[in-house]
Structures are given as structure tokens and as C-alpha cells.
């Protein structure tokens, strides 16, 4: 039996009450874990680096980012420095980050791919 779903994010997101809504609409169980009551597991948060590229799993466009001063936002220029500032900043991580079943990672909410990943 494969691993179950899993999705990341913070509950009253918008992206992510729409991501949720999408994989129940479709059957998907989905493991749901709030980064901002659970925290960021390092070593997941390594493996979505590792995936998609620190660049995409570090969201520059939210309210998160914006508030960092301009210091704090110019010391994240590699995979390392942006790791710890999401540990630090879990809200600055783009949502919803989703571990599948097959060991893929998906950052965003794309609708044609997961579509393709449930088969």
C-alpha cells in the first residue's frame, strides 16, 4: 500500500482551504499538517528544496516576506539561508507544499498536475 498524501500549509490560506477542497472533491485523502501549530520537519522542508528548488518553495510574493526587513531579505541567496529562514518563517513558505503518495513533492496548487498525479 503507498503512503498517504500529505499537505502542508496553514489552515485559513486561501490557496489551501481551495487545494483541500480539490483533493476532497476528487476522493484523495489528504493527511493535513499545520506548519504554523506543527512546525516545519527539517527534514521535509530539505526534501521540498531538494524537489522544487529553494526559490519556489520561498514565497516572495506574501505578506510574510514583505514584513522581513530589507537585511534580513537580501542574507536569503542560497538553499541554505532560505531553509532557515522558513524554519524560523513558516508563513513565508508557498502553500501548499504536498507529499505524495508515489514520494513526489508539488509547492503551489496546480490542478492539471495533481489531476495527472491521482490518476
Known sequence: MSAPVTLYGIPNCDT????????????AEAAFHDFRKQGVPRDHLD??????GWEKVLNRQ???WRRL?????????????????????PSAIRRPVVEW????VTVGFAPANW???LG
Open 16 to 27: 489551501v482551504k481551495k487545494a483541500r477542497a480539490w483533493l476532497a472533491g476528487r476522493g
Open 115 to 117: 489531476e495527472q498525479r
Open 69 to 89: 526587513d530589507a537585511a534580513t531579505q537580501a542574507g536569503v541567496h542560497d538553499a541554505a539561508s532560505a531553509a532557515a529562514l522558513l524554519l524560523r518563517e
Open 62 to 64: 506574501g505578506t510574510t
Open 101 to 104: 503518495s508515489d514520494g513526489g
Open 47 to 52: 526534501r521540498w528544496i531538494a524537489a522544487a
